[in-house]
């Protein structure tokens, strides 16, 4: 699976131009937001909590042309609450994600 940091850090500078240190507080907070809603997922017990959080993350992906992102939460919304695969693999693009994007 490959991660597209480049597509993250092209939507945050057409957003802001090229401030570097505005593009980094946004890539935190992207991350965040991203993880935050992998942990709303990871605590779902019900379909609408878990659809709601997953529906919220390829959101937040599309926002920012993340494709892989979103194909993942897209596979979650139609898993069962709680699917440990689902959990996995979207916890798994978060790291990498994190992972490919330089930290200046």
């Not at 709680?82 to 959990?87: E, I, K, S, W, Y």
Request: glycine share 6%; with cysteine; net charge negative.
């Amino acid at each position: 699976m490959s991660y597209d940091p480049g597509a993250l850090d092209a939507a945050l500078a057409a957003a802001v131009g090229d401030d570097r240190a505005l593009i980094a507080d946004l890539r935190v907070a992207f991350l965040e937001s991203a993880a935050r809603q992998v942990d709303l997922l990871g605590r779902a017990r019900c379909d609408a909590n878990w659809t709601l959080a997953a529906w919220r993350l390829k959101g937040l992906a599309a926002s920012f042309g993340l494709t892989t992102l979103m194909a993942l939460a897209d596979e979650a919304a139609q898993a069962a609450p709680g699917d440990p695969r689902a959990l996995r693999r979207l916890r798994t693009a978060l790291a990498g994600l994190e992972q490919a994007i330089p930290h200046d």
